[in-house]
């Protein structure tokens, strides 16, 4: 089971589509334009029902096969959102937006799984239900979490639910994957430090928020190194540090500090959070200072389940010749929500050489968009067989 003849003559279409869309990024769940076109291409697909609006700007299209007696509805889902970064990949299809733009691949996402809808609508050699979800705000908004929350996954009976994302560095076309834990659970911290302002000749008139700080920066890199078990995953890092003053002479009264911490586990994000804020609230009072924690949870971790990874997995292997262990990754990824509510699996199809997403150099290889949609189909195809 190579990929489908059919979505090597659809290339050139389903690139033409993903250049589009390239060079008009959206961002977070202002995705009008893309969501937009989604839509008309799967009415013009003869999608049995097409609906917008879901978790505010996502698609949702559902395609039946030729028979239904299985009674099994399956999700594919794609996202829709750019980055705001500052292209700088030269390509004739860049971003015409300055400071947004496709960085992250979900152009290539959303063209592959349209690619997949489009099959699916031609043939429908499955017995059951296809639902190709196109989501909005992945990069920090929580699209998918809002989708289910919209009741998506009651609303359309969806039993299990499937998803993609490019990778660079593994080769065009090929694919990975991993059982279990996969993609960490991604927090936000801000600690606001209050102390005592003054000259900076009069240090000991004060209490000064950038020596307290400071002291928290590096105390905080043994919530890691000290609080937490060697042999598992966690990232705690500090990503900004602001005062009140950018004069040369003057100890502020207020600094923040911000950052991120990545796990894999909830005894984990527990204990980061618990230690967080005990650092940060014990050194300021070591010092005479007072510190506010704000710990924000965001996405949590992406776990795959052991059956439908094995079946993606299987999947991929035929579809490319072959499938590898994927490593752990600490970035987040908010198909957790989806996996939260359904069993399901996310796989990894390989970019190539190219510059790593999230960089102002990165660009979506089209070359691997035949690979993408054959693994969609043959999910839906082989998953829900006709008899």
Known sequence: MPVKN?????????????????EHPELLFDVHRTAGIVAEKLRAFGCDEVVEGIGRTGVVGVIKGRATGSGKVIGLRADMDALPIFEATGAAHASKTPGKMHACGHDGHTAMLLGAAKYLAET???DGTAVVIFQPAEEGGGGGKVMCDDGMMDRWKIDE??????????????????EGAFFAATDQFRIHVEGVGGHA????????????????????????????????????????FRTESEAFNVIPQHVEL?????????ETRAMAERRIRGI?????????????????????????????????????EKVSGGCAEAPLIMGGEDFAFMLEERPG???LVGNGDTAMVHHPEYDF???????????????IENRMPLA
């Open 124 to 126: 429908r050699n499955f």
């Open 280 to 316: 940060a609230e014990g050194i300021a009072a070591a010092f005479g200072a007072k510190a506010e924690v704000t710990y924000m949870r965001g996405y949590p971790v992406m776990v795959n389940s052991p059956e439908q990874t094995a079946f993606a997995a299987k999947i991929a």
């Open 345 to 347: 699996a996310y796989i």
């Open 258 to 266: 911000k950052g991120t911490v990545r796990t894999m586990d909830p």
């Open 365 to 379: 290889d089209d070359n691997a968009i035949p690979a993408g949609c054959s693994w969609f189909a043959e999910i």
């Open 6 to 22: 059919r979505f090597a003559e659809l290339l050139p279409e389903i690139t033409a589509w993903r250049r589009d869309f390239h």
């Open 161 to 178: 639910v499937y998803g993609m994302h490019n990778m660079p560095g593994l080769p065009v076309g090929q694919f990975a994957i991993r």
């Open 201 to 240: 000749a009069k240090p000991h008139e004060t209490v000064d928020t950038t020596v307290v700080a400071a002291q928290m920066v590096t105390a905080l890199q043994t919530v890691a190194s000290r609080n937490h078990d060697p042999v598992k995953n966690l990232v705690v890092s500090v990503t900004s």
